[in-house]
């Protein structure tokens, strides 16, 4: 595989792009991004996702965030069957998701709040097994609970999405096939133990993301006395992820460009579909 960089998960329907999403995208392949995948987060943007990765010639996924879970209902489970058995065909299709468990929100954290994150999450993974998918998950202080589940109903792996866990937690997602995505978090001289965890890791199990516009690389980030003070946050976007690539490749003591092909070669691995976009 030539030596480009996929952003493995960037929200490029999000309205901090609105008309601006081409130009980010030109923007990105010039810095050498050559492919996205570019999750939903509800039913109501299922449409979107896939016509913009059309358009730009990336991929998509289906799914419904657990962010978005409180709003969510039995018809947008039924939204998403639908979607994925009409979209079977279709190669750009890659994964379901984005979909897991959120237990950093304390709204979230309420007893009948994770019992309906987990009702949806469950539900979500027997699809994507029904439809022989993988998935791209949300892990946000919840990785035991998302490893219960997995261990239940094993999906055919995918990505976990801004993996911020334990090595123990690493090692036992590479075992039922998942990469593990690594962005702008760890550009951060202060995140020591995620940038432990992300040289003690094979490269195998890597993936690179920028969760586009959000998760800023530290170049991007505004403290809170410096919003406060008038200054905007910087929007994160595609075109940042070589940068944050090189930040991973120095850590790991390795050549940006072996990077660039080892974690593109892990993407195709674990969403084969994108690898069938690409050759």
């Given at each position: 595989?030539?030596?480009?960089?996929?952003?493995?998960?960037?929200?490029?329907?999000?309205?901090?792009?609105?008309?601006?999403?081409?130009?980010?995208?030109?923007?990105?392949?010039?810095?050498g991004v050559g492919h996205c995948v570019i999750p939903a987060v509800a039913?109501?943007?299922?449409?979107?996702?896939?016509?913009?990765?059309?358009?730009?010639?990336?991929?998509?996924?289906?799914?419904?965030?657990?962010?978005?879970?409180?709003?969510?209902?039995?018809?947008?489970?039924?939204?998403?069957?639908?979607?994925?058995?009409?979209?079977?065909?279709?190669?750009?299709?890659?994964?379901?998701?984005?979909?897991?468990?959120?237990?950093?929100?304390?709204?979230?954290?309420?007893?009948?709040?994770?019992?309906?994150?987990?009702?949806?999450?469950?539900?979500?993974?027997?699809?994507?097994?029904?439809?022989?998918?993988?998935?791209?998950?949300?892990?946000?202080?919840?990785?035991?609970?998302?490893?219960?589940?997995?261990?239940?109903?094993?999906?055919?792996?995918?990505?976990?999405?801004?993996?911020?866990?334990?090595?123990?937690?690493?090692?036992?997602?590479?075992?039922?096939?998942?990469?593990?995505?690594?962005?702008?978090?760890?550009?951060?001289?202060?995140?020591?133990?995620?940038?432990?965890?992300?040289?003690?890791?094979?490269?195998?199990?890597?993936?690179?993301?920028?969760?586009?516009?959000?998760?800023?690389?530290?170049?991007?980030?505004?403290?809170?006395?410096?919003?406060?003070?008038?200054?905007?946050?910087?929007?994160?976007?595609?075109?940042?992820?070589?940068?944050?690539?090189?930040?991973?490749?120095?850590?790991?003591?390795?050549?940006?460009?072996?990077?660039?092909?080892?974690?593109?070669?892990?993407?195709?691995?674990?969403?084969?579909?994108?690898?069938?976009?690409?050759?």
């Amino acid at each position: 595989m030539a030596a480009c960089w996929i952003d493995s998960h960037c929200h490029l329907d999000a309205p901090e792009f609105g008309p601006d999403v081409v130009a980010e995208r030109e923007r990105a392949a010039a810095a050498g991004v050559g492919h996205c995948v570019i999750p939903a987060v509800a039913a109501a943007h299922f449409d979107a996702v896939r016509t913009l990765a059309h358009y730009t010639g990336d991929s998509y996924c289906l799914g419904i965030h657990p962010l978005y879970v409180p709003d969510a209902t039995e018809e947008d489970l039924l939204t998403l069957e639908r979607a994925l058995d009409r979209r079977q065909g279709d190669g750009r299709l890659v994964a379901v998701g984005e979909i897991g468990l959120d237990f950093f929100v304390p709204a979230l954290c309420m007893p009948a709040m994770r019992e309906k994150q987990e009702y949806f999450y469950r539900a979500q993974l027997r699809l994507a097994r029904r439809f022989r998918l993988p998935v791209v998950l949300h892990v946000r202080r919840s990785v035991d609970r998302v490893l219960k589940y997995l261990r239940e109903a094993p999906s055919p792996g995918g990505i976990a999405h801004a993996f911020n866990g334990s090595l123990v937690q690493a090692r036992a997602l590479l075992g039922l096939n998942f990469c593990l995505g690594f962005g702008g978090a760890l550009t951060f001289d202060r995140a020591t133990q995620l940038r432990q965890l992300a040289t003690q890791l094979p490269a195998e199990a890597l993936v690179l993301e920028t969760d586009a516009p959000d998760i800023p690389p530290h170049w991007l980030y505004q403290t809170i006395d410096q919003r406060r003070a008038g200054i905007a946050q910087g929007r994160n976007a595609p075109a940042e992820l070589p940068r944050i690539g090189a930040v991973l490749a120095a850590l790991r003591e390795m050549p940006s460009d072996t990077l660039a092909r080892q974690t593109s070669t892990n993407v195709c691995r674990v969403l084969p579909r994108v690898h069938a976009l690409l050759v």
